[in-house]
């Protein structure tokens, strides 16, 4: 039986990073499966924290096709710093648009991908006994969040994690990216059996490029060959810390140690780095690259570094490591030891954990890991393997279908229970197509 589901997200496609891809991945899983699939949805704006180009003139709604997936885009503010009470403001304005955006018949199921968490709010609006589910995908842990990064000072972090409570537990079916999120949803009351793991998957594919290719981007990019290129690719937010990466190059300078730490990628915080990394010869910062180079210029780089804010544990998985281990290099994460990256790097075996905030352990982990070639290669094999088997597009999707599929029947509405899926190779979708606009962007 094919099911009416309502997708509430902040982020879809074309944002390349961050939680976009994995919502208009379960959008898309669900469709394929034969449901009827309307996504609400933000701007693209992350993680630049602008509007995308095409985006700026809009306001109101702006109704878009993703190929069988129904889009609606509610336009909002972005605020230049989301690190406070601008982001709560934004994501506030866009649980308003969402509440009422879905017009017609009410949907079977309803999900929430938070954050946003005020998102989750505008789906529980729709929740009724023997008519329509709720689920909620946990991508972050808000309270966490607030807590570990001091985005809000006083009661700010009590105030977010009672909130999210109240809304978590209201909601018939919570998903967790990672068993260390389960244990922190039950932390927060949700009951165990409405909780169900599904980990994000690896949407970077294996790049096949030869040596030459490599070669060439290399020396494209100005990386040289008696140099250790240690690559940070993503954003550049408060969570990241990245000051510790600016160290360690800084400490790279004064000890001649032949490394360079490039900053790919763009985010709230680049300007500021740009301006404390001022004149470090081994610190280099690029612009975001188009998605076949950006995959290339991670297998081109030596090593790949994760850094994470000292103090930030429970909030997050970091995307960017599903893409790290299926570029195949090793990973170096300054991480707590407490945090899921560092479970993730201790089960893949694909890298190596120093602490966070000690630019000398950071640069001593990259020295080490580049400039042996047979580490290299052994972390580099067991990430790839890790993400071809742990973080399959695969199994996410067979899990997301089985996962709606349990929320309707829990309502009183039954779906058809799909096979499992081959494994193929098939072309990335089409991009988002607009269809309607209020206004012409």
Not at 267 to 272: F, I, P, Q, T, V
Not at 287 to 311: I, Q, T, Y
Not at 357 to 365: M, T
Request: contains cysteine; hydrophobic residues 45%; charged residues 25%.
């Amino acid at each position: 039986m094919s099911l009416s589901v309502l997708i509430l997200g902040l982020n879809y496609a074309p944002e390349p990073t961050g939680i976009a891809p994995y919502t208009t991945g379960m959008a898309r899983f669900l469709a394929d499966a034969g449901h009827d699939v309307h996504v609400v949805t933000g701007l693209p704006h992350y993680p630049h924290w602008e509007v995308a180009a095409g985006y700026r003139r809009a306001h109101g709604v702006l109704h878009e096709r993703d190929g069988d997936v129904r889009l609606t885009r509610i336009a909002h503010p972005v605020p230049a710093d989301p690190t406070g009470t601008d982001r709560i403001r934004m994501e506030a304005a866009f649980a308003a648009g969402a509440a009422r955006a879905h017009r017609g018949a009410r949907p079977d199921v309803v999900l929430a991908v938070s954050p946003a968490l005020l998102t989750v709010g505008a789906a529980l609006r729709w929740r009724a006994p023997g008519r329509t589910a709720v689920g909620v995908v946990t991508q972050d842990l808000y309270g966490r969040a607030v807590a570990e990064t001091g985005a809000l000072g006083g009661r700010g972090p009590r105030v977010v994690a009672a909130l999210e409570r109240a809304l978590l537990t209201r909601a018939d079916g919570v998903v967790a990216i990672h068993e260390s999120f389960r244990r922190s949803l039950g932390d927060l009351g949700v009951d165990d059996r409405r909780i169900t793991t599904i980990r994000n998957w690896s949407h970077v594919r294996p790049v096949r490029a030869g040596g030459v290719d490599l070669l060439a981007l290399r020396r494209r990019l100005g990386w040289r060959d008696d140099e250790v290129v240690a690559l940070h690719a993503g954003n550049m937010g408060a969570k990241q810390g990245l000051e510790n990466v600016v160290e360690a190059a800084r400490l790279a300078d004064a000890t001649g140690a032949a490394v360079r730490f490039v900053l790919l990628g763009t985010g709230s915080r680049r300007a500021h780095l740009e301006r404390y990394g001022d004149g470090i010869a081994s610190l280099q910062f690029l612009d975001p690259l188009p998605s076949s180079e950006f995959e290339l210029a991670m297998a081109a780089a030596d090593v790949l570094v994760l850094n994470e804010k000292p103090g930030v544990e429970e909030m997050c998985v970091p995307s960017k490591l599903t893409s790290y281990f299926a570029a195949g290099r090793p990973v170096v994460a300054a991480t707590s030891p407490r945090s899921a990256a560092s479970a993730e790097i201790e089960a893949s075996g694909g890298g190596v954990r120093v602490d966070p905030g000690v630019p000398e352990e950071l640069l001593g982990a990259v020295l080490r890991c580049g400039l042996d070639a047979a580490t290299a290669g052994t972390l580099g094999l067991r990430g790839q393997l890790f993400a071809r088997d742990a973080l399959s597009e695969v199994a996410a999707r067979n899990a997301y279908v089985a996962w709606v599929a349990d929320l309707a029947e829990r309502r009183g509405r039954r779906a058809r229970r799909p096979g499992p899926v081959v494994v193929t190779d098939r072309p990335a979708p089409a991009p988002v197509r607009a269809l309607v606009s209020e206004e012409a962007s």
